[in-house]
């Protein structure tokens, strides 16, 4: 047999199971906002606030009010990214309000005295605002044809991503590989954190680098930080089974991951298989967490590719060749959902011209004079919130001049 040394990386999409924790949960509320609907979440989450500021700019604010616990309490916001579908920290902004607060949502975790978890909260803050653009254009002697482009008006939003899950050295991780591979001496089996936490690698059973079993495949292949066996692959019968938490003799060292949020999209295996002509297909893989250490959070996570059929590919031996593949979040969290306004409008005019159908964004007004001057004021419904916008333009010697 030709041995080649080679590295190959298997990441795959999870399917993410979550154990929730009870918590003690306020309602975020925002007294100078224009009104507010509420979300619709499509994963069982419960339904929060979407609070609607009409107007331009960053009219975002937002305030919670404890009502449990124990004073004084200590609170910490954080702002939904939708690149990773997380929370991130909004440094600094540890008050029990905020403002100035751009479209997107927002979670507050607040902990009493004790560092007990005594709110979490979530909210959305849309500023609703349309830029409207008025044209008056002459379609005879006396006629103008007025039109006005009113754009399709709407909210995105997701479903809320779960509080930071963080990794301590109390976490208890097992990580379990199925698959199907000839000489299962030629396979190491790594795990990698996702890139928030600078994709940390464990190297949790490196290839040995001999050629000392030649049985096949391996079935719920798992490893733990909890005390368990100890691996040797030229000991083991295939295909590999049963639960380990050293290899020949050594402890596994999960302590790249300590700080990583497992809550985190982006978790991988990675199965390297170093020596040449043979193949093999990983069909499932397993990440699993618990007594993870959270404010509101989970305090267990497990991911699970459910079956799969991916190669395990031969002749790639060093981390530049390695393939990469990035696990994203589940499709039901990262769907964008979407909230639509009702909207109306209406033509005015300070003249003794007439429109034709005042409530068209496109009509006509006759009798026109140089000079006159036409409003289309629209009203934009969003659940309680009422917000109005106009345009003005004048019409003179057959131009329409905006306003």
Not at 19 to 47: E, F, K, L, M, R
Not at 58 to 84: D, I, K, M
Not at 309 to 318: G, H
Request: with cysteine.
């Amino acid at each position: 047999m030709n041995q080649k040394r080679l590295k190959v990386i298997f990441l795959f999409q999870f399917v993410l199971l979550i154990w929730n924790v009870p918590n003690v949960c306020a309602q975020i509320a925002s007294p100078s906002a224009d009104g507010s609907a509420s979300t619709a979440y499509t994963n069982g989450s419960a339904n929060d606030d979407i609070f609607v500021f009409c107007g331009a700019g960053n009219n975002g604010a937002l305030e919670v009010n404890v009502s449990t616990g124990t004073a004084p309490y200590t609170y910490q916001w954080y702002q939904y990214n939708v690149s990773s579908h997380s929370w991130v920290v909004m440094v600094g902004q540890v008050g029990a309000s905020i403002s100035n607060l751009a479209n997107g949502g927002y979670r507050v975790e607040v902990a009493d005295n004790s560092g007990s978890a005594a709110v979490c909260d979530v909210a959305w803050v849309w500023n609703l605002d349309v830029s409207l653009n008025a044209q008056a254009t002459s379609s005879g002697c006396v006629n103008v044809d007025l039109d006005i482009n009113v754009p399709n008006i709407q909210f995105t939003y997701y479903n809320p991503p779960n509080a930071l899950s963080l990794i301590d050295s109390n976490t208890e991780i097992m990580v379990c590989f199925s698959g199907q591979h000839t000489w299962v001496s030629d396979l190491g089996y790594y795990l990698v954190g996702p890139s928030s936490c600078g994709s940390p690698i464990v190297p949790i059973a490196p290839n040995t680098g001999t050629n000392c079993n030649s049985d096949d495949d391996f079935n719920n292949l798992c490893f733990t930080t909890n005390a368990a066996g100890d691996f040797d692959v030229c000991d083991e019968f295939g295909p590999l089974s049963g639960t380990f938490s050293s290899v020949e003799g050594v402890d596994i060292d999960w302590s790249n991951l300590y700080g990583c949020n497992a809550n985190q999209s982006g978790w991988s295996v990675m199965v390297f298989d170093c020596v040449g002509w043979d193949t093999g297909i990983l069909t499932n893989a397993t990440i699993g967490f618990n007594n993870l250490q959270s404010i509101c959070g989970n305090s267990s996570i497990v991911y699970n590719s459910g079956s799969i059929n991916d190669p395990i590919s031969d002749n790639s031996c060093n981390t530049n060749q390695a393939s990469s593949f990035t696990v994203p979040p589940s499709t039901l969290l990262t769907t964008p959902l979407t909230l639509n306004a009702t909207v109306s409008g209406v033509w005015s005019t300070n003249g003794g011209s007439l429109i034709n159908d005042i409530n068209s964004s496109a009509t006509v007004a006759s009798a026109v004079l140089d000079g006159d001057q036409f409003t289309y004021t629209l009203s934009v419904n969003a659940g309680s919130a009422t917000c109005t916008f106009w345009d003005d333009v004048v019409y003179n010697n057959a131009n329409a001049v905006p306003l």
